[in-house]
């Protein structure tokens, strides 16, 4: 690349660029836009003269080169151009439409103007968009979040769901709804005028209009057409061309980002960031200039890119356009974008524009601007297209008349238009195709394109014609699909969406014409199912198994979008009898045709058995091909129960082909593909591979079975109702090839020669057969096949599916089939038959089924799969015997046929049914010989039932003269062959008290009293024609009375019998304990040492710090290692015992966020400021190993990983690297452990406790001999100070640790480091003993906060893992500094000190307003160890230092809490005496007043500040309380144990505090200390600036408030827009549930770099909100985001339930959402636990995905 030629370039164009500035700049002063409109005005060609107008100044303002320029030079670039197009050519055209000043103009017309009732706003991507259930014509009619609050469907059932830009709000079209159909702000007034709206206009204006559309439009269509790259049309060249060009880089949905990134990159030579700027406006806009310069300048870009885009693929388009022709473009989509917003101000303007677009043109091949711009859609870019289309919605689409016109040339051109589109690369949202939604589904609209321009045969014709690919039998052809084939095969089923669109509105009124076109139409449709026909053949594979899978999803996907097609024809055609019958007969003939072919060549084959015969041919299922597509045959199943559900069947038999139909010959396919199931089921086809598998999935699945399986059942019961019920099922038998079995005399005797795997095959094929038999007589749930309607139908389907289990709502709606409105019915059902059970914190709303309808339970309901058939078996059996009623599932009392159907129940009682019922109960005879299973009996016993209960039900409804049906009867009679041996009733007696047969006994009762019950009834109806009581009941009551007392009577001795064992075993325990009562007393003594109590007894007061200290609760502590199992006691020089912890960085607390921290190389966090910005926080699961076991278990874990990276990617749970791993056991995320170490010794009450006095005068001397002795090592001399007794500074303690320990200190110690500062280790660091304090103080600080928010105890109510967190964490910080060196430790505590009584001499000291004082008193005492060390003399102890520094603190916490709480409202109880507390408080704030002056207001009363100072200092004596008993293994009192009052005197005593604290700052060295605090300038100074101060207590940070609604977010976040492209709408609007932020998720645009590398909006906003962890609502999708790092994210389920307790991530289901205050805070908990990580953990390593999400792109 020529870089010398690319340097200078700029500098032209930006010399050229000044100069056109200049330029244009005068002109600016001397244009005047009402000059040129009365010039133009005055011309005889006004179109001349406003081409000439743009040619001159269109190239010069619009000339906007490529290249990178920084975004605020973009941004000043766009608003010159905007000015200067809006001075220079926007206004002119104003004046001349108005004919006066434009914005006084605009508003007349906006007054005098009467509003369309549309409101036709424009939906923007991603806002909500609302239908109503109960009132849209169909799904696609949506309301607009104004027009839904302002409706009556707000409290109608409703969908809410978000748009995908494009389509507009249907409020005022009264076609879209079938009530409600205006808005309140939409609803037409009475005297809304119908006249044409152009009449109100001035006819001066019209005129002027006209004139001014047609030239603006016809510029506009012809720049956007325009295809020359170098040329213009005649009138818009310009003055001179330049050699200036563009290399103009286009959209494409080929490429990706990175593609186009890398391409922009080696072509332009631009920066990474440049390269994304640019594929983000392509993406946008659908093009950009990438490069700006000479002709061979921009070719040369052109060619690199073309060249690097064209390895894989088609390349990216690009194209070298001159400047003027882009300028031009430009300003031709300005022009329609303005065009659009002039006519809303007034309907006339609209109704002019529509005029002018559809006027015809006067030659050539397009017949309206309009049609040219539709027909050259697929040319255009993104961005044009947007624009225009917009127009069109604005206009066409908002005028009624005008959209009627529109929709004929659409439709028109409809068949090209989808040429187009299967060629273009563009999505379909951005084709002009798109726009079908907006017309098809105008019903009357529809209807007309139908009768007038065949829109439907059109339609389906199109379709066909583009699926090509068909085998020799015309059938279509998927399995030799090429990549472009199948992307074309994606795109042509949108032509199947625009047909739902026509038909989804039934018609309630039929024309001659519209009948005419339908049929043509339907007869389309039958072409198209014939081609369907037979598909994808499939052909057992026998011995070796299939090599390669067949294609089968593209056949079920077109199956799949089709059935919704099927449906709505079926509804069409039952609205008028007319269109039934003719397309009853269309499919009749058609079917007949390919139905002569089944036999042609097949051998014949007749039939005998039982004395009947019939003829057939020869087929088997496991030889010969067959196909589980029969569309053709299932529309025909459809059809015929339409003619019995509407009688036309019974009233006009005369006109239907009933007698041209084969009933073997219907049956037959659809048998075919029953048995094909049947016998995959037996295993038969195993070796056709997953394929088959898969399809016979799909056509059981809820998504086809409708328009399949359904339909097959359905046609096998129009076939069998026409056929002798014996020939039926023979030809059953013989296509399950079954036949031979029961046709021999003794099949027995055969199948016991058979080899053990054909019987087993045999066994299937049997059970599925009576399968299959069992629903063609009992599935009459069908309006048409029984005599039910719809609403029962969808009853019984949800009675089954929740008596398999109970069920959330969602659950239940993917187990229903939806019709053509999306909906399934459940809602008008679901309360009749089931209680709703609301859900907790987690889980979700469960249905359960009331037990009345759990009689209507059946067995071989025909939608359950084997699996669900089992578990409902299992759970009905399980209620009967909780209910203490018989185990028989007997089958429900089947609903009457109809009569078209009513010859159905003759298959019960046929002769070849009774044989084959005689020959499985005599096979059941037998306990073994494998030739029957109890899957078979079970089905015989169920179709006898289903017998019995038709018989009667018939008697019941008529006399026994009337009933043909007479099954009780004939199961009397012995059987013939096969079955000799005796009558089907004879063989259950038998079988009733066989013993291999107890799990179907109940069941054969309960036939027995059936038979019993029928003969009854029999006998009764003989005698008497009217049956009033049912007969047989008292008979049957009575046998199952005396069953239920048979069962008690079993269930009481069983009882007994338990209890009796009971008794046995607690008699052996108690002897076994008295045995061994020296090896009990032994285990309770070492229980009591290794595990402490809780609370002394109540009458000894505990005390955890100071003189009084109560002695360690403990002495020994015995552990067990997880990894080991071997038990250790935990002591200073054993071996290193360690607990699994993770440590993390921390913003839960903090008080200002944007605090921003110096560089970790210079980080001092000796002090901790009180808004506590950033913390850190140590938490553990509990689980302890020994130091060296855990080595060995982190060092497997590294070589383990080290080999995954080699063969897979990284793992994402935790980072090796950081040294993260899983607990052993619990596989909790840790990154480091805890030492464990023993507990503090107990306190020596024997020596002296100095006074405050004494013990500061003592420090301040040890601190001096300290400095002293610094110096004289820094080679400094000085006067040698005075040195308490015993206090040896040159003393080394020993260490009191083993190796092992101080490694492990150090190993921790370590981690904290690198967490806190993000640096690489350095033991010699002297702030690392300061982190290990910080992370202690935090940790306590965050776990009172908790507790004290939650209202629970301050001790007992911690989890065993967090109580050992704390017990370990606070030991291992008070021994930390050991692993330092002592000077380190030291000057730390000097600094501190210093801090805590400052010296006037020092200038560099801190405020006591920015010092944290837990933080201060935690580092204080531990650091004082480090002194305390060194004084060697016997008469001095640590536990004074601690009192005395934790009255210190607490003292100047005081102080901190009155200075701070100075600007709150103070009441003042002026009546009442104040206490001891007040009075001490008021001296207290008038000494701070008198040192302060002024800037402290005068105090009258102390009772609000007393109170006030109480609830400040009590988060810090909590903490306190916490971080000593930690410390010194000290047992809390009761009263701290539970909740309640004496809290406050509790924990005073507890801390050895007066309960009065303000008793402590009336030592007289205090009131020094107190002037010194004061006297700072930082006080002064805070107190006066009062904004950024911490007030005390300090509130606990909440997660944000969210909305109750959640349509409010989702409309907050429709109308954000990205930071960082432009205006442009962000399509993955997320939310910050820390801070409230919205950010642009998931987009190139806003992605940030953070440590070197690119991250998304969402992770980059962690690092400065929530220290590198951050929680996230991603508004369009309803999830919760957890992010950890850059690496680390899960998805968690949102606080957002909808009516039934169910979340709904993604918006599916668009039921109305409702914030879940129970779940947000559960949310909340788990941040304020700092448990996030750890959710992320879990969920990543639940969550082994190949695909993994890059998370730092969110």
């Known amino acids: 690349m020529d870089i010398t030629s690319g340097s200078s370039r700029p500098a032209l164009k930006m010399a050229a660029a000044a100069q056109s500035d200049e330029a244009l700049s005068s002109e600016f002063l001397s244009f005047s836009a009402r000059d040129t409109a009365e010039r133009w005005l005055e011309a005889a060609d006004l179109q001349q003269e406003v081409y000439r107008h743009l040619a001159q100044y269109v190239p010069r303002i619009l000339c906007v080169g490529g290249g990178a320029a920084s975004s605020r030079e973009e941004h000043r670039e766009e608003q010159r151009e905007d000015l200067a197009v809006q001075l220079l050519l926007l206004a002119p055209l104003e004046w001349l439409l108005l004919g006066e000043e434009p914005s006084s103009g605009l508003a007349l017309l906006q007054e005098n103007n009467q509003p369309s009732p549309l409101c036709g706003h424009v939906f923007r991507v991603g806002e909500p968009t609302y239908s109503c259930r109960e009132c849209a014509a169909d799904p696609t009619c949506v309301l607009c979040m104004q027009c839904f609050l302002g409706s009556v469907h707000k409290e109608h059932r409703y969908r809410m769901t978000t748009s995908g830009g494009g389509g507009f709000c249907d409020c005022g079209d009264a076609e879209a709804w079938k009530r409600g159909s205006y808005c309140r702000k939409h609803t037409p007034a009475d005297t809304h005028s119908q006249e044409d709206p152009v009449s109100l206009l001035p006819a001066d204006l019209v005129s002027r209009c006209v004139c001014l559309f047609s030239v603006l439009l016809q510029y506009s269509v012809e720049m956007l057409t325009w295809d020359q790259e170098e040329t213009l049309p005649a009138g818009l060249e310009p003055p001179e061309w330049a050699d200036t060009y563009l290399c103009m880089l286009f959209n494409d949905e080929v490429h990706t980002y990175e593609q186009v990134i890398y391409t922009l990159q080696k072509a332009v030579s631009c920066s990474q960031k440049e390269a994304v700027s640019f594929a983000t406006t392509v993406d946008r806009d659908g093009r950009k200039s990438v490069r700006f310069g000479d002709f061979q300048f921009c070719d040369q870009a052109k060619s690199v890119i073309v060249r690097n885009t064209s390895r894989q693929s088609k390349p990216l388009r690009v194209q070298v356009m001159h400047s003027s022709v882009v300028a031009h473009q430009c300003f031709a989509l300005r022009a329609l974008s303005w065009m659009g917003n002039i006519i809303q101000y007034s309907d006339g303007l609209r109704r002019t524009l529509c005029q002018v677009c559809l006027q015809k043109l006067p030659e050539g091949q397009f017949s309206s601007l309009v049609d040219k711009l539709m027909l050259n859609d697929s040319k255009m870019w993104k961005g044009a297209r947007n624009v225009y289309h917009q127009l069109l919605m604005n206009s066409l689409l908002m005028d009624l008349k005008y959209k009627k016109v529109f929709a004929i040339q659409f439709a028109k051109n409809y068949r090209r238009l989808q040429t187009d589109f299967m060629e273009d690369d563009h999505e379909r949202v951005v084709s002009v195709t798109s726009l079908s939604v907006q017309l098809f589904t105008v019903p009357t609209m529809a209807r007309m394109l139908m009768v007038e321009q065949d829109l439907m045969t059109t339609i389906i014709r199109t379709f066909v014609d583009h699926l090509r690919h068909r085998d020799l039998q015309g059938r279509f052809q998927f399995d030799r699909y090429t990549a472009q084939q199948a992307f074309k095969f994606g795109r042509v089923q949108s032509l199947i969406g625009d047909l739902k669109y026509v038909l989804i509105s039934r018609p309630s009124e039929w024309s001659d014409q519209l009948r005419l076109k339908f ?44 059935s919704p097609i099927i449906s709505l024809l079926e509804e069409w055609c039952c609205s008028d009898e007319q269109v039934l019958v003719a397309a009853y007969r269309k499919c009749v003939l058609l079917l007949s045709a390919t139905h002569s072919s089944l036999a042609d060549g097949e051998q014949p084959l007749s039939l005998s058995v039982c004395g009947h015969a019939v003829e057939t041919f020869r087929y088997q299922v496991s030889q010969e091909k067959v196909s589980i597509h029969l569309p053709l045959c299932r529309l025909l199943a459809g059809l015929h129960v339409l003619l019995s559900r509407t009688q036309v069947a019974v009233r006009l038999p005369e006109q239907l082909p009933l007698g041209d139909l084969s009933p073997p010959l219907l049956i037959e396919l659809p048998l075919r593909c029953l048995v094909l199931c049947a016998q995959v089921h037996a295993g038969m086809w195993r070796r056709n591979g997953f394929s088959l598998i898969n399809q016979i999935y799909y056509y059981h699945n809820v998504k086809c079975r409708v328009e399949m399986f359904d339909k097959d059942i359905i046609m096998l019961q129009v076939g069998a109702s026409m056929m002798d019920p014996d020939h039926f099922l023979m030809i059953v038998l013989s296509r399950f090839e079954l036949f031979h079995i029961f046709s021999s005399a003794d099949c027995r005797k055969r199948l016991r020669e058979a080899s053990k795997d054909l019987v087993q095959q045999n066994n299937t094929l049997i059970e599925e057969m009576l399968h299959l038999i069992i629903m063609v007589v009992g599935e009459r749930y069908v309006s048409g096949v029984g005599q039910v309607e719809p609403f029962d139908e969808v009853r019984r389907e949800i009675i089954h599916q929740l008596s398999i289990r109970p069920m959330a709502h969602s659950e239940l709606v993917k187990a229903l089939p939806e019709n053509g409105n999306k909906e399934t019915g459940l809602e008008r059902v679901i309360d009749s038959v089931a209680s709703f059970k609301k859900p907790g914190v987690t889980g979700r709303g469960l249905y359960e089924l009331q037990s009345d309808w759990q009689k209507h339970f059946n067995l071989y309901f025909h939608h359950y799969s084997r699996a669900d058939q089992s578990k409902a078996e299992e759970a009905q059996r399980k209620l009967r015997r909780q209910r203490g009623e018989d185990t028989a599932l007997p089958p429900p009392l089947p609903p009457p046929l109809s009569p078209l159907f009513s010859s159905l129940v003759n298959l019960l009682q046929s002769d070849l049914m009774l044989a084959l019922q005689g020959a499985v109960l005599l096979w059941a005879g037998e306990p073994s010989g494998g030739v029957w299973t109890e899957a078979m009996l079970q089905r015989v016993l169920h179709l006898v039932g289903l017998a019995l209960l038709e018989e009667q039900q018939q008697l019941e409804t008529r006399g026994e003269e009337d009933v043909s049906f007479r099954y009780s009867c004939k199961i009397t009679r012995p059987g013939e062959a096969p079955s000799p041996s005796g009558s089907v009733l004879a063989l259950l007696e038998s079988l009733q008290n066989a013993p291999h047969l107890e799990v179907h006994k109940d069941m054969i009762t309960w036939i027995l009293k059936m038979v019993a019950n029928v003969k009854t009834m029999r006998e009764r109806s003989s005698c008497s024609s009217t049956v009033t009581v049912r007969p047989g009941q008292g008979l049957e009551e009575t046998l199952r009375d005396r069953d239920q007392l048979e069962r008690k009577r079993k269930a009481e001795m069983a009882r007994l019998r338990r209890e009796k064992i009971m008794a046995q075993m607690s008699e052996m325990q108690k002897h076994f304990i008295n045995e061994n009562k020296d090896l009990f007393l032994e285990a309770s003594g070492s229980t009591a040492e290794s595990s402490p109590p809780r609370s002394d007894p109540p009458c000894v007061s505990q005390v955890c710090l100071g003189p009084r200290r109560s002695s360690a609760a403990q002495s020994r502590q015995l552990v067990t290692c997880i990894l080991c199992q071997e038990e250790q006691e935990v002591r200073g020089q054993g071996r290193a015992m360690v607990l699994a912890a993770f440590v993390q960085r921390s913003t839960v607390l903090s008080k200002n966020r944007r605090r921003i ?473 997320t939310l910050c549930l820390v801070c409230g932020c919205m950010l642009c998720s998931q987009s190139y645009c806003c992605q940030t770099e953070v440590g070197g590398e690119d991250v998304g909006a969402c992770t980059a906003h962690t690092f400065t909100c929530g220290a590198g962890l951050g929680l996230f609502l991603r508004v369009r999708e309803s999830q919760v985001l957890f992010v950890a790092g850059k690496t680390k994210g899960c998805f968690y389920p949102p606080p957002y339930l909808d009516d039934y307790g169910e979340t709904d991530q993604g918006l599916k289901r668009g039921n109305p959402l409702h914030l879940c205050a129970e779940r947000y805070r559960k949310i909340e908990r788990l941040w304020r636990q700092h448990g996030v990580a750890e959710v992320i953990g879990h969920a990543q390593e639940a969550n082994q995905t190949l695909v993994a999400i890059d998370w730092q792109h969110l």
Request: glycine share 4%; charged share 20%; hydrophobic share 35%.
């Open 1157 to 1629: 921290l110096p560089e970790p190389m210079h980080y001092d966090p000796l002090f901790m400021h009180p808004d506590l910005s950033l913390g850190t926080h140590t938490a553990s699961c509990g689980h302890i190993m020994h130091a060296n076991c855990w080595q060995r278990y982190f060092e497997a874990v590294q070589v383990k990983e080290q080999r995954r990276q080699q063969r897979l990617r990284g793992h994402t749970s935790y980072d090796v690297e950081h040294g993260e791993f899983l607990c052993p056991l619990c596989e909790c995320l840790s990154n480091t452990v805890i030492p464990l170490l023993p507990h503090t010794n107990s306190p020596d009450h024997s020596v002296d406790h100095p006074s405050l006095e004494t013990w500061l005068e003592t420090t301040n001397q040890q601190i001096a001999a300290l400095c002293s002795a610094h110096r004289k090592q820094s080679g400094v001399e000085g006067t040698e100070p005075e040195v308490p007794e015993g206090f040896r500074v040159d003393f080394t303690p020993q260490n009191p640790f083993s190796s092992s320990i101080s490694e492990m200190i150090t190993t921790f110690s370590m981690s904290i480091y690198k967490v806190s500062l993000k640096l690489n280790p350095n033991e010699q660091d002297p702030r690392v003993p300061v982190l290990s304090w910080a992370t202690c103080a935090y940790t306590i600080q965050s776990i009172e906060r908790l507790l004290m928010d939650e209202d629970k105890p301050l001790f007992g109510s911690l989890p065993c893992r967090q109580d050992d967190c704390l017990s370990s964490l606070t030991r291992f910080s008070s021994s930390c500094w050991t692993a330092a060196p002592p000077t380190t430790a030291h000057t730390h505590f000097i600094r501190l000190f210093t801090a805590l009584l400052p010296d006037s001499r020092v200038e560099d000291s801190l405020c006591v307003l920015d010092i944290d004082m837990f933080h201060l008193l935690v580092y204080s005492v531990m650091s004082y160890s480090s002194i305390h060390c060194l004084d060697q003399s016997e008469h001095r102890t640590v536990d004074s230092a601690h009192l005395h520094l934790l009255h210190l603190v607490t003292v100047a916490h005081l102080v901190q809490i009155l200075l701070t709480s100075i600007t709150e409202e103070v009441c003042m109880d002026q009546d009442s005496e104040g206490s001891e507390e007040e009075e001490l408080t008021c001296q207290l704030y008038n000494t701070l007043r008198k040192h302060l002056g002024s800037v402290l207001p005068e105090l009258s009363s102390g009772c609000q500040l007393s109170r006030c100072v109480r609830l400040g200092v009590l988060p810090f004596l909590r903490a306190a309380a916490l971080f000593f008993h930690y410390l010194n293994s000290t047992a809390p009192p009761t009263e701290l144990l539970v909740t309640g009052p004496g809290q406050w005197e509790a924990l005073c005593s507890f801390l050895s505090l007066p309960f009065n604290l303000l008793q402590l700052q009336q030592h007289t060295l205090l009131e020094t200390l107190i002037h010194r605090w004061c006297v700072h300038p930082g006080v002064r100074q805070a107190l006066q600036g009062g904004g950024g101060m911490v007030r005390f207590p300090r509130e606990s940070n909440r997660l944000i408030g969210l909305p109750e609604d959640y349509s409010t977010l989702i409309n907050q976040a429709s109308s954000f827009l990205c930071p960082r492209s432009g205006g442009d709408k962000s399509r993955a609007p």
């Open 519 to 562: 049929l043509e139409g339907l007869d389309a449709f039958l072409e198209l199912l014939k081609c369907m026909q037979g598909m994808d053949p499939v052909v057992r594979q026998v011995g070796q198994h299939i090599e390669m899978e067949p294609e089968w999803e593209a056949a079920f996907t077109l199956q799949m979008k089709l």
